[in-house]
């Protein structure tokens, strides 16, 4: 199987910046799906941004698209969410995940799962 395990949530000030890690292990694939989504109390799991292992391709939400940037590193088998211009509403569980297929967009495509870190966006 594969394991994920995020890193580098915490408490961060309106319009500051926090880096969030994925690291997977196990049975991988080069041409695995890396996302991030998040998941506000009370609020539904929503996409956030894909890239694939292979070539480094991404996509975004909208609700991030020019704030959120996605990357991988292949050789540590590390995937990074570099998180700017940070708001309240972007406080939420984070949470990586893996897919079979490039690109994936909802829930239900991803087969893994990482336990998720807390992000706090203060004002």
């Known amino acids: 199987q594969v394991q994920l395990v995020e890193s580098g949530g915490g408490l961060v000030q309106a319009g500051g910046s926090l880096r969030l890690s994925c690291a997977a292990s196990?049975?991988?694939?080069?041409?695995?799906?890396m996302g991030w989504f998040r998941q506000a109390p009370g609020k539904e799991r929503e996409f956030l941004a894909t890239?694939?292992?292979?070539?480094?391709?991404?996509f975004y939400a909208d609700s991030v698209k020019g704030r959120f940037t996605i990357s991988r590193n292949n050789a540590k088998n590390t995937v990074h969410l570099q998180m700017n211009s940070l708001k309240p509403e972007d406080t939420a569980v984070y949470y990586c995940?893996?897919?079979?297929?490039?690109?994936?967009?909802?829930?239900?495509?991803?087969?893994?799962w990482g336990q998720g870190t807390q992000v706090t966006v203060s004002s």
């Open positions: 890239i694939n292992w292979s070539r480094g391709r991404t």
């Open positions: 995940a893996a897919a079979p297929r490039f690109p994936s967009f909802t829930l239900g495509e991803y087969d893994y």
């Open positions: 196990g049975r991988t694939f080069s041409s695995y799906a």
